[in-house]
Nanobody
Framework: QLQLVESGGGLVQPGGSLRLSCAASGFTLDYYYIAWFRQAPGKEREGVSCISSSGDSTYYTDSVKGRFTISRDNAKNTVYLQMTSLKPEDTAVYYC????????????????WGQGTQVTVSS
């Protein structure tokens, strides 16, 4: 079946780093835009980053620019989010999403979703 699975979350102290992975099975990501979203308790889901199908275009929300890096390896059918200089406000469940889009988009435009991975930044 078609599936996206996130991994790599965990507990980290402020200033630390984590690398999240989003692995697809049952379909190829070659033609898909991939986005990372996050949602903290009681808050709206927020777009964090997005990468084009070829990997030649990326987007980051202002709050993570310079700290997070999105990348993809289509041969491995996997997308990554490298997070550095983590802050407590980065604490959230992080989701990856995919769809055959022509640009980064709001969450409602994505048809494939993972189950999420928890990132907690706390001392």
């Amino acid at each position: 079946q078609l599936q996206l699975v996130e991994s790599g979350g965990g507990l980290v102290q402020p200033g630390g780093s984590l690398r999240l992975s989003c692995a697809a099975s049952g379909f190829t990501l070659d033609y898909y835009y991939i986005a990372w979203f996050r949602q903290a308790p009681g808050k709206e889901r927020e777009g964090v980053s997005c990468i084009s199908s070829s990997g030649d275009s990326t987007y980051y929300t202002d709050s993570v620019k310079g700290r997070f890096t999105i990348s993809r390896d289509n041969a491995k059918n996997t997308v990554y989010l490298q997070m550095t200089s983590l802050k407590p406000e980065d604490t959230a469940v992080y989701y990856c999403a995919a769809d055959r889009l022509s640009m980064c988009a709001k969450s409602r435009k994505y048809g494939y979703w993972g189950q999420g991975t928890q990132v907690t930044v706390s001392s």
